[in-house]
């Protein structure tokens, strides 16, 4: 039962767009969403997270937005930059099995061309 | 050395080989993870340690079995695997139950 998912596996954006990353989950129990962006060869780094009582948190250009009652969240850079290319994992905490669980989605490549 | 590290990066090992995974914060965090990540799936948590106690079992086959000295340290050690284990295993640690922090990983194949 995969409670957090990420439907679309690659996204490509020009430089200065803004890139939409998403994820969908099913879990009402989940209390707590982060980002992790992961280069190859690298481990996931923490991006960016929110929490069930906001809607939207902002670092920059990253901003999440969260849906409770749709249960999705998105992901939001602006203006993506080449660097920007990665894998990005959406995770979420809480639940029944909660405490220090984190549930994650199957990860977006974002490739942002020059 | 900051964050989290592990060794080795890369490991080939045939079924009946023994090896062991080791990983190391430097972040002063008490709790510590091991996930596996396969192609083009999601993160699979393995076990959890709180305080070097393992809080977590995520239904992981015995042929890998972890070791937690301290909340410094965390090992997996890994005997008689199968092909399909071949993944990338990451170790994470935290402080609070919310964001971690990874490792680069060990790549693993098991010819």
């Known amino acids: ?114 | 050395e900051t964050g989290v590290t592990q060794t080795p990066r890369h490991l080939v090992m045939g079924m009946t080989n023994k090896k062991s995974l080791k990983c190391e914060q430097h972040l002063g965090h008490n709790a510590m993870y091991w996930y596996k990540q396969s192609a083009k799936k999601p993160l699979e948590l393995m076990f959890v340690y709180n305080f070097k106690e393992q809080t977590e079992n995520n239904s992981v086959p015995s042929r890998f079995s972890p070791e937690c000295p301290n909340s410094s340290h965390l090992f997996l050690h890994l005997h008689t695997l199968q092909p399909e284990d071949s993944a990338l295993y990451l170790c994470a640690s935290s402080q609070d139950r919310v964001q971690q922090y990874f490792g680069p990983g060990t790549r693993l194949t098991v010819t």
């Open chain 1, 1 to 114: 039962d995969q409670q957090v998912k990420q439907n679309s596996p690659s996204l490509s954006v020009q430089e200065g767009r803004i890139s939409i990353l998403n994820c969908d989950y099913t879990n009402s129990m989940f209390d707590y969403f982060l980002w992790y962006k992961k280069y190859p060869a690298e481990g996931p780094t923490f991006l960016i997270s929110i929490s069930s009582i906001k809607d939207k948190n902002e670092d920059g250009r990253f901003t999440v937005f969260l849906n409770k009652s749709a249960k999705h969240l998105s992901l939001h850079i602006v203006p993506s930059q080449p660097g920007d290319s990665a894998v990005y994992f959406c995770a979420a905490s809480g639940g029944v099995r909660g405490g220090s669980r984190l549930t994650f989605g199957e990860g977006t490549q974002l490739t942002v061309n020059p």
